[in-house]
Nanobody, 117 residues
Framework: QVQLVESGGGLVQAGGSLRLSCAAS????????MGWFRQAPGKEREFVAS???????RYADSAKGRFTISINNANNTVYLQMNSLKPDDTAVYYC???????????WGQGTQVTVSS
């Protein structure tokens, strides 16, 4: 059983930054890598970014140029640095163990990010 524990969410003003972290523990990790998704109120969960264990990354158009995903293989932790945040970025952000660049094996519990205008 793999557990994903997110941290780093919170309230920030528009234009500000947050850094999300997700630590993976357990016996078996996803073969591709890890990723981040988000779900805003009344909307479907959407892809934000993913990164392979070797460091190859992929971003949603909404995240390009503002968000950076990185991974620390030594402690199985993935990070999402979010800069120039907008109110539209307000959502629950979910960490995921990735089967491929876009396919999910399992989810974390989510962390709330709220961006005020």
């Amino acid at each position: 059983q793999v557990q994903l524990v997110e941290s780093g969410g919170g309230l920030v003003q528009a234009g500000g930054s947050l850094r999300l972290s997700c630590a993976a523990s357990g016996r078996t990790f996803s073969r591709y890598g890890m990723g981040w998704f988000r779900q805003a109120p009344g909307k479907e969960r959407e892809f934000v970014a993913s990164i392979s264990w070797s460091g190859s990354n992929r971003y949603a158009d909404s995240a390009k140029g503002r968000f950076t995903i990185s991974i620390n293989n030594a402690n199985n932790t993935v990070y999402l640095q979010m800069n120039s945040l907008k109110p539209d970025d307000t959502a629950v952000y979910y960490c995921a163990g990735m089967r491929s660049a876009l396919l999910v094996d399992y989810w974390g519990q989510g962390t709330q990010v709220t961006v005020s205008s």
